[in-house]
């Protein structure tokens, strides 16, 4: 015991002395003395600012955008001042992000052996992308330079044609990939042997971006994202990612790469099958983020799946993976005589990355851009029939159908999805779920926008035409990104009904969005294009009040805006809470038991006083982490009491002792990452209910519930006070905070997990209380949820009538226990929090006011509108003169056998007598001001000239 604390006190020393690293980031590209320069000159502005800037040993330090120092761990609430201290510094930030590598162990993989269709080769799954097919034909990748981010490329590995550069960026100083990792990923892309790659011809750029410890840091990405802009790399293969969506340095620069023209592919990650477990880059828009499939074309169970969680809790998560590709027991030759397998996205994403090479060798310069690769890619996948699309994306790669095509292809502004259909129950899930209907809360479908005729653009039009027979029934609100860049922009429609339905119907029509984009062909100019997004939609009658069920999202919080700790504590794999507690998330299989039971779940992100709570049974609150308004509180009694509004109250654990315990050090930030809150804010829950005599405890249980509400119950709370004349739930219950923090185990008898009361009153609504949310949570440890307990207490507060099989007890008066407080003077969850600035003392946020949109009924359509055939026609939705895939596909060999010299290269789209005219109108009258400007100050400068002559005479007598 006592060297393990040794060792801890030379660990915090070695912290204290190495200081915390930053990185300050430039306006533009400089040499080493410019930025020390800049850097100097700002910290000088900065009283009692000791800093040194750290030499970067690789090939991208002489001339960069951004250095790296050290500083004092004080200095990080300096660093908003910083960023201010000098013009030419644009941003400051730590270096270090959670970075994941995003393949599996030999344990996920043979969860997944039951499901493949033979023995994986190689050879086979060659065969099944039809890849020596297209070998055949020429397509091999030769000269495409693709650049591979990951551990490296084993010097001991001579399988490869053509690598140009091995680069480590690690704090190793080795080229050597200890790990493996980088040398198969190498290998899917381009490797040749007994099991070869995807694309053998294409030119390999290895950056070792991993140490042998597995850890990365932000500054050892933008050292190497810095290099491939140099060299002019045409694809980029990331196998790795991590939640932390928030470093913006990272995902900029990201941004950058694809605008310079670079094709980014990205592994999803490993972490499903839960929902919104998306890892960034492959989240972000620009990116193609690559899911995994089996051999039986079905969702790898681990594959992450959807939405986006970047805009939670204010909107909704947009459609991500964007494509999916074989994923378990991919082969590579790690000699000339034997081959190995791996599983996970990671190896899913490098044979999207092959493929690109494959499809970019085919082209003509001129259709080489992110966008049209996309675009080919995602418009020709295979749908999946069992998958939505927050899981497949477009569906599985098809290079084959791609390739051809792309061959015959015009660039264009695609979307994703292409369109909107809400009878179609798997592909749309959850909008599929859960029909629209009046006075529910709006609902968010978001569309990404594609445009491959330029890197920047801007949405210029949207609008709704709904059909004849539906005019009037659904109104729209239309967000956007307002600008395409790079390459990618967004649209997000938001639906309601006007009007009261009595009977279900089907509302159809299309949304116009029209994109304009500054092209170049012989000339620059404005191109102008319409595409269309067809929108079927499902409608009912309003359901009667006590089953509909309003899901509080609005006081979640989640990582990376802070550390946020697992709700299950024996969940060793996850430390983090990032998952959003949403119904379309974590708790998706929640949501899909309520509506299998004839619940409607809406979910709000608002405060309390932003919604008509006569619309409602039952208020729903699981697992908040941040605070709540005082107004909030006095609004939720007002609801209970005068509006009838019943609430349900779901609690996760919280103890200081074990809140201290989990903060852990992270190797990329070189600092400890210690924990905001417990699983939920309790404190905060506490003075939120306290009105109603409810509290919950700081004591953490685990065990199973038994009979007919068998289930695991995993980190739970208790309840402390309750209502004399309500009713508790009680059970058996092992004593997890003390097996955490004393390492011995005891039962404790008798533990309060539940809890009913009917309110006095006419008007009054019911209360119900769960300690529990991680036997809800898909993300939890493994065993039976507790479904079952919770419909019977959410059937209570919205009915008030009491399920038979509710083992209830009259409840006695609760001994007095000492409330849960807040740590004294720890104002760090105040930084995150949408509520206060500070909790010592207590200062609130100013309240945001209620969101009011302007909705737009819509224009009826003038022609007859046929919502099936728009739908087929994703490849081509937009108002233009294309080429039909029939007449591409009846031909696929003659494509696929064309000498690649010979493709076709497109002229001019539009007419540009209309922009000659308007550059002679704007250019002409510049010209003649330019002439009599240039004359006056001729004749001025001769009249001048004659004075100064004459003087000078005059003075010397000439």
């Not at 004092?72 to 730590?94: A, Q, Y």
């Not at 490296?152 to 399988?159: D, I, Q």
Request: proline share 4%; charged share 20%.
């Amino acid at each position: 015991m006592l060297n393990q604390c040794l060792l801890l006190c030379q660990l915090h020393l070695l912290i204290l002395c190495r200081g915390i690293d930053i990185i300050v980031q430039f306006d533009s590209y400089y040499v080493s003395e410019q930025r020390s320069r800049i850097i100097s000159r700002a910290i000088s502005n900065i009283p009692f600012a000791n800093y040194t800037i750290l030499k970067r040993r690789n090939e991208a330090y002489q001339l960069s955008d951004f250095d790296v120092i050290s500083v004092d761990k004080s200095f990080l609430v300096r660093i908003p001042e910083l960023e201010r201290s000098h013009k030419l510094i644009r941003r400051v930030s730590s270096d270090g992000r959670h970075f994941v590598i995003s393949s599996l162990d030999d344990n996920h993989e043979k969860q997944d052996a039951s499901r493949r269709a033979r023995d994986v080769s190689n050879s086979s799954f060659l065969d099944f992308m039809e890849i020596r097919k297209l070998h055949k034909y020429g397509h091999t990748g030769k000269g495409i330079r693709v650049a591979v981010f990951d551990t490296g490329l084993s010097t001991s590995y001579a399988n490869f044609k053509s690598v140009e550069d091995i680069i480590d960026w690690t704090d190793d100083n080795k080229d050597d990939d200890i790990v493996g990792h980088g040398t198969f990923v190498a290998g899917v892309i381009a490797g040749s042997g007994e099991c070869p790659g995807i694309a053998p011809d294409a030119t390999l750029l290895v950056s070792r971006v991993f140490n042998s410890k597995r850890v990365s840091r932000t500054s050892w990405f933008l050292d190497a994202f810095n290099y491939a802009l140099r060299q002019n790399v045409d694809v980029l293969n990331l196998s790795i990612g991590g939640p932390d969506y928030s470093d913006v340095l990272f995902t900029d620069k990201v941004s950058e790469l694809v605008s310079s023209g670079v094709v980014f592919v990205s592994a999803i990650g490993n972490d499903g099958p839960s929902f919104g477990t998306l890892n960034n880059p492959a989240d972000q828009l620009d990116v193609i983020g690559v899911g995994a499939v089996d051999l039986n074309d079905c969702i790898s169970s681990f594959s992450s799946r959807g939405m986006t969680t970047w805009t939670l809790p204010k909107g909704y998560g947009r459609a991500k993976p964007d494509i999916v590709t074989y994923g378990i027991a991919v082969s590579y030759s790690i000699s000339s005589m034997y081959c190995t397998e791996m599983t996970g996205t990671s190896v899913a994403s490098p044979i999207v990355a092959g493929a690109v090479a494959l499809l970019m060798s085919s082209l003509e310069s001129e259709k080489r851009n992110p966008a049209f690769i996309k675009q080919a890619i995602m418009s020709t996948a295979s749908k999946l029939k069992d998958a939505s699309v927050f899981e497949q994306g477009a569906g599985k790669l098809n290079i084959t159908k791609a390739i051809i095509w792309a061959a015959d292809s015009q660039k264009s502004v695609t979307l994703h999805p292409s369109y909107i259909d809400a009878t179609e129950s798997r592909y749309f899930w959850p909008y599929s779920q859960q029909p629209l209907y009046h006075s529910s809360m709006p609902v968010i479908y978001n569309i990404t926008v594609i445009n491959s005729f330029g890197v920047s653009g801007r949405l210029s039009k949207i609008e709704w035409r709904p059909s004849e027979q539906s005019m009037g029934i659904i109104e729209m609100s239309f967000s956007d990104s307002g600008v395409i860049w790079p390459w990618t922009g967004y649209v997000a429609l938001t639906l309601r009904v006007s009007e009261p339905l009595y009977k279900n119907t089907i509302v159809e029509g299309k949304v116009i969005i029209g994109v304009e984009t500054y092209v170049f062909h012989d000339m620059w100019k404005w191109l102008q294009v319409e595409t269309v997004l067809p929108v079927r939609i499902r409608v009912a009658s309003t359901p009667p009040r006590h089953r509909r069920v309003l899901w509080d999202q609005f006081h979640s919080l989640r990582y990376p805006s802070g550390y946020f700790p697992r709700d299950d504590l024996k969940l060793s794999t996850i430390l983090h809470d990032w998952t959003s507690d949403h119904p379309h998330t974590n708790f998706m299989g929640l949501f899909s038991f309520l509506r299998s039971k004839g619940f409607f779940v809406e979910v709000l992100t608002e405060p309390f006083y932003c919604f008509n709570a006569e619309n409602y049974g039952t208020l729903l609150m699981i697992d908040p982490e941040d605070e709540f308004y005082i107004t909030e509180a006095s609004e939720l009694l007002r609801h209970v009491y005068e509006d009838g509004l019943s609430f349900f109250v779901v609690a996760d654990w919280w103890n200081q002792q074990v809140i201290d315990k989990v903060k852990y050090f992270d190797e990329n930030t070189r600092s400890w990452n210690e924990a905001l809150t417990g699983g939920t804010n309790i404190p905060a829950l506490n003075d939120l209910l306290k009105v109603f005599n409810i509290s919950f405890s700081d004591h953490i249980y685990s065990g199973d519930l038994k009979g007919a509400y068998s289930a695991k119950l995993r980190s739970a709370s208790s309840i402390i006070r309750f209502p004399d004349d309500g009713f508790l739930v009680r059970t058996d219950l092992k004593d997890e905070a003390y097996e955490i923090t004393e390492a011995k185990s005891r039962t404790v008898k008798g533990v309060p997990i539940a809890g009913i009361s009917e309110l006095k009153g006419e008007t009054s609504g019911n209360i119900a209380v769960f300690t529990d949310s991680s036997c809800l949570d898909d993300m939890s440890s493994p065993g039976k949820k507790c479904y079952q307990i919770f419909h019977d207490l959410l059937l209570f507060a919205a009915t008030s009538e009491i399920a038979p099989l509710l083992p209830i007890l009259e409840a006695s008066r609760m001994p007095n226990f000492k409330l849960p407080a807040r740590k004294l003077n720890d104002n760090r969850l105040a930084k995150v929090s949408q509520v206060v600035s500070s909790l010592f003392p207590r200062m609130e946020r100013p309240m945001p006011a209620c969101e009011k949109l302007t909705y737009s009924a819509g224009v009826s359509l003038d022609d007859d509108f046929d919502f099936d055939s728009l739908k087929s026609n994703k490849l081509f939705p937009q108002v233009r003169d294309e080429i039909p895939w029939s007449s591409i596909a009846a031909d696929s060999e003659a494509v696929l056998e064309r000498p690649l010299q010979d493709i076709k290269s497109y002229g001019t789209i539009e007419n540009d007598q209309p922009y000659i005219l308007l550059l002679c109108a704007v250019i002409l009258p510049i010209f003649v001001l330019f002439i009599m400007c240039h004359n006056f100050y001729r004749r001025r400068r001769r009249r001048i000239r004659a004075i100064i002559s004459s003087r000078l005479k005059r003075l010397f007598h000439i």
